[in-house]
């Protein structure tokens, strides 16, 4: 047998870090999907292939079901993290075989860096839902059970730092509004206001998330700043007035946008590189809002505006302003659909 499976990449509107927090972030399910094929083998035999995250190794099946993963750029270890997984939460009803995985995330990469859409979290969302189809319930796999799967695997994968929200993105797609607590990860559809426009831009500078999320963990375990739970509160509020009032979120993503500044002037994240200050800068010359997305420290950003024509014109001086000059602005849609998988006789 062979199953194919896709997943959006995802673009964090609000919520960083404060996510962490418990508070709500809105997330979007980005119209770039990444792909994984997985095919059964006559062997016991694991072969991965990546393209995007240009990669390939091989290994046993005793390999892939050792204690230990897999090295850190070996594109085996997501599938290690989703089968122990699997394995732990008892959701395999057949025999684990040997397979072969060919992934591709490279519409979220650029020019061999990644963009900061989520690549790794939608593979990871692929893979739970090939190997559930394959190796677990024959019955049609529904969102919530790939998320659960992926999001143990994948929060495994990032020594429990992460909050899950590119997981949720990538197997329910559209907008949410993801909340994380003690007390399970909530999923809540959102709708972007009506006088809302955004255009999205990549820094060219790769942050590794991985790396943020430690050093904000560090940072939280020595420090009581209030910055973060006036970050908390602001991102509450959007999810109120997303919910309420629409019409206000002009004024409610500005405060979120300078309490976001606050907080990573108090805790010294970088989530503010000197280009994105830049940008902001800019925008605010032009009377829109930016704002770096996600773990910030380069990917990508959002200018919003409630007036297309001043995006527009911000769009174009950014590629003609010093300090800004370096930025692309990439052309996301929304993708209402979540993590898809098809199967068939392999040949």
């Known amino acids: 047998m062979m199953y194919t499976s896709s997943a959006p990449g995802k673009l964090v509107l609000t919520g960083e870090y404060a996510v962490l927090n418990g508070a709500p972030a809105v997330v979007l399910a980005v119209n770039r999907r990444a792909r994984a094929i997985l095919k059964q083998a006559d062997s016991p035999v694991c072969t991965f292939n990546s393209k995007g995250f240009e990669a390939q190794s091989r290994h046993s099946l005793s390999r892939m079901l050792a204690e230990e993963p897999p090295e850190e750029q070996d594109p085996a270890r997501l599938n290690w993290f989703v089968l122990n997984q699997l394995i732990n939460s008892s959701q395999l009803t057949r025999q684990i075989t040997g397979f072969t995985v ?81 007390s399970g990860a909530r999923i809540d559809t959102a709708d972007l206001p009506t006088s809302m426009h955004y255009q999205v831009f990549s820094s060219g500078l790769a942050a590794n998330t991985n790396v943020f999320l430690e050093k904000f963990s560090s940072w939280l375990q020595s420090n009581s700043d209030q910055t973060l739970d006036k970050l908390s509160g602001s991102a509450e509020n959007i999810a109120h007035v997303f919910r309420d009032s629409p019409d206000d979120w002009h004024g409610a993503i500005s405060e979120y946008i300078q309490r976001l500044q606050e907080f990573d002037n108090a ?81």
């Open 102 to 182: 060919d992934t591709d995330s490279s519409c979220l990469f650029y020019k061999g860096q990644k963009l900061g859409l989520g690549s790794s979290a939608a593979i990871c969302t692929c893979l739970a839902a090939n190997l559930l189809s394959m190796f677990g319930s024959t019955i049609p796999l529904k969102p919530d059970v790939v998320f659960d799967v992926a999001h143990g695997a994948h929060n495994a994968a990032q020594n429990s730092r992460g909050s899950g929200l590119d997981i949720a993105a990538a197997s329910y797609g559209g907008i949410i509004c993801y909340t994380n607590s003690d």
């Open 267 to 347: 805790s010294q994240q970088g989530i503010y590189t000197q280009a994105h200050c830049s940008m902001d800068k800019l925008a605010l010359k032009h009377g829109i809002l930016y704002k770096p997305c996600g773990a910030g420290g380069g990917d990508i950003g959002i200018a919003l505006a409630e007036d297309p024509e001043a995006l527009r014109a911000f769009t174009t001086a950014v590629k003609n302003t010093a300090g800004t000059s370096n930025f692309l602005d990439i052309d996301l849609e929304i993708d209402t659909h979540g993590v898809h998988t098809d199967s068939s006789q392999a040949g």
